[in-house]
């Protein structure tokens, strides 16, 4: 049989996906978000989404999810650079990523007994002199720890996109007469920026949407959108309203991905520079 011709089938199971895991929950979200808790259909749910109290938990969110974004950010770079500069690079990035296939929930719970009153962290502040602190429950707690659990993530694309820089162009800048620090900002930023795009992705998207590190380290100091979700449908029972949340989340989440979406450059393919 033609191979054109069995084209077509090779992507119906990749289409059944797309339609049975993603189409088909958006669609039942959107249907949702239309009714209240008495079941009759309305636009109260997006009316009381624009008022003061849901602003305010919007903006808390970005905040939170930009401070992770930018911490993560801020310590991924240089680590990613300096591993591309080691004997065993593949090594090292193995072991940068291996927490990350331990289970969110256990990590969270570790963290709880480092912080707490008579874990490890205020145990070496009493040796220190500076006794024990209240680490739970702050904010410093919740984005130290969404930090942690992030920070692979961003680590990862930013290596590859060093790791793929093609070597010819920097000595061609040290060629010209720059120094270090016009290389990296004219050079190499503008063609790693790709790499830092992907990681701004996958650390802004879900750290906008966290809950369960909010509950366990942040107590109910810090609330997110994805925290207003779960409560919504979980202890308020008004489904109507949190489908609205989720539908405006994933709304910021589609315009982040517009925004940080971009092509590479400065690798080479068939020995031409892209």
């Known amino acids: 049989m033609n191979k054109r011709l069995l084209r077509p089938l090779y992507t119906v199971p990749y289409t059944a996906w ?62 990613a650079y300096f591993l591309t500069k080691t004997k065993h690079k593949q090594l090292w990035l193995l072991l940068i990523i291996i927490p990350s296939w331990i289970n969110l929930l256990l990590k969270t719970y570790a963290f709880i007994g ?50 793929k820089l093609n070597p010819t162009l920097i000595d061609a800048s040290r060629d010209l007469g720059a120094n270090a620090w016009t290389t990296f900002r004219r050079v ?17 998207i879900p750290a906008l949407s966290l809950f369960m590190i909010t509950r366990l380290i942040a107590g109910n100091k810090v609330i997110t959108l994805g925290t207003a979700i779960e409560q ?3 202890v308020t029972q008004n489904w109507g309203m949190g489908s609205t949340i989720a539908v405006f989340l994933i709304l910021f989440m589609f315009i982040i991905m517009l925004i940080t979406s971009g092509s590479e450059r400065g690798t080479t393919t068939n020995g031409k520079i892209k």
């Open 18 to 79: 797309i339609i049975l895991f993603v189409v088909a929950p958006i669609a039942l979200i959107l249907y949702y978000s239309f009714f209240d808790l008495t079941g009759h259909f309305t636009f109260d749910n997006y009316k009381n989404f624009f008022t003061s109290v849901y602003l305010k938990l919007t903006i808390s969110s970005f905040w939170y999810a930009f401070l992770i974004t930018l911490f993560s950010l801020l310590f991924a770079y240089p680590t």
């Open 114 to 163: 480092l912080f707490g009153l008579y874990g490890p962290v205020n145990a070496f502040l009493e040796v220190m002199g500076i006794g024990q602190q209240q680490l739970l429950f702050t904010d410093f707690s919740f984005v130290f720890v969404s930090v942690y659990i992030f920070i692979p993530f961003m680590i990862l694309p930013i290596f590859n996109a060093l790791d």
């Open 188 to 204: 190499v930023w503008p063609l790693t920026l790709h790499g830092v795009k992907s990681g701004i992705q996958v650390v802004f």
């Open 232 to 234: 919504q449908f979980l």
